[in-house]
Every structure is written in C-alpha cells, then in structure tokens.
C-alpha cells in the first residue's frame, strides 16, 4: 500500500513540474506567433496573399499577352509594378492595325493598356490620370500619363510613361503611381503669393536679378508636393510650382515657405 501511494505521489510531481516548465514556454511561443502575424500583417500589401498572387499572376499573363512580346516585370514595389520592360515584336507576329504616327490612335491604346494593367499598377480610379504627353513617331510612340488628387497633380511622383514598338506592343512602362497620398496642411495662399515667395526666395539667396523676372512671366500651378513615400503611403502637401527665371520653385501653399528650387537653365 506504500509503495503504491509513492507511486503516485511521484507521478503527480512530475506532472506539476512538466506544467510548470512547459506552459510558460507554451504561451511565449503564443505570443511570439501573434506578433509575428500582426507585423506581417502590417508589411503584406494587397496582391501578396495566396489568392491574391494567384490573381496577379493571372492578370499579367493575360495583359502581357495581349499587349507585349517577352514583356517581363522588372521591379516592383509593395506589391505594385513599377516597370515592364519588353521587346519589338518579329515580323511574323504581325496583323496589328497600330500606327506609331497617329495621335488618336497612341492615345486610345494607351488607355487601353493602362485600363488591363490598373490593378497591377495599383490604380483603383483610372479617372486619377490624365494625359500629359504624346510623342508619335516613324517606328515607336510615347506617351505620359499624371496623377492627380483634388484636381491637383502629383509631383515629383505619380507618373505612368509607356513606349510602344511600331505593332503597339509595350517595350517600356514606368510608374510612379501613389495608391495612397496623405495631405499634411491646406491651400491658404494664392498664385501670386507664391510667385512672389519664389522671386524673393531667388533674390535673397540664388543672386537672382528682379529685371530676370521681366524677361519670362513667372507662372504658378498648384500641385500636390509628395516629400516623403514610406511603407506605401505618400505624405503630400499642398503647394504651388512657381516657373520663374529658368527655374523651378516649389512654394508651400500653407505657410509660404520654399520646399524644393531647381535651375532648370541648364537641364
């Protein structure tokens, strides 16, 4: 009979200790799995989940296919594309009806294009863009579209720049289109606050001559200035991009003060 109770008295024991050194461990390790998973969750873009990379990989081969040869991803960020590069097609994939010196034509299958690669690109509105630049020519096109938010247009970011080969094949995209743009202060001065902001700006500390200004009228558009671009998300300001003189001058258009200037004499 006492030996059976020892018995079980040191069973119970080891039962306790296990306990002991095991659920401490149990819950760490718990832990160090929901915080690795809320971190993750916080990186994971939205086409990078199972589901969501299938799609991707669906999308592009279906928009690659219709519009590129050997159209390949060259890099990408967070999830979105931010270049593709391809090749000329060969002569015996011809029977396109594409013409590189018709405007209307570059125009209409640029949209097609952008409208096939939007959700690669990370564009949920295609009404964001607006057409800045067309270029026809005798064997290639180009043509640039610019982001916009509240009727403004991003700078230096939110650009899309396509070159088609001479059957409307895509050889090259680069973009540099924002999903998510936060404005960090409001539009209180106007135009020619700014552009006198700029001319004082380049007075005081560029040597700038007030008869340069004479010259060329300086001209003032408002924009949304992206400083910063970080974990996906743009941080933006209101401001104004002040031509004057040669340069390029960036005025906030909360407090006056001077983001960015750029001789542009000599670009």
Known sequence: ???????????????????????????????????????ASKRVPALRGPAQINRKEDLLQEATKKHGYQLRVESETEGVITKLKGQVAESSQGGSSFDPKNP??????????????????????????????????????????EQSNRDASLEPWGKITMNFGPRGELLNLDSSYLPHVEISNSKVIGSEAAVQSAELSLTRFQNAQ???FQQLPSVAKSIIWISRVSGGVAKGHHAYQVQ????????????SRILSQRDQRYD
């Open 244 to 255: 004057v003189a040669g340069r390029r001058v960036i005025v906030d258009a909360e407090t």
């Open 1 to 39: 009979m006492k030996l059976k109770l020892i018995i079980i008295a040191m069973a119970l024991t080891g039962l306790l200790t296990w306990q002991v050194r095991t659920a401490p461990e149990t819950r760490t390790e718990y832990r160090d799995v929901l915080a690795i998973h809320a971190s």
């Open 210 to 212: 007030p008869s340069e």
């Open 104 to 145: 209307e034509m570059i125009r209409s299958h640029a949209l097609e294009v952008l409208k096939d690669f939007a959700e690669l690109l990370g564009i949920e509105e295609i009404s964001s863009l607006s057409l800045k630049g067309l270029a026809p020519g005798q064997s290639t096109a180009q043509v640039t579209f």
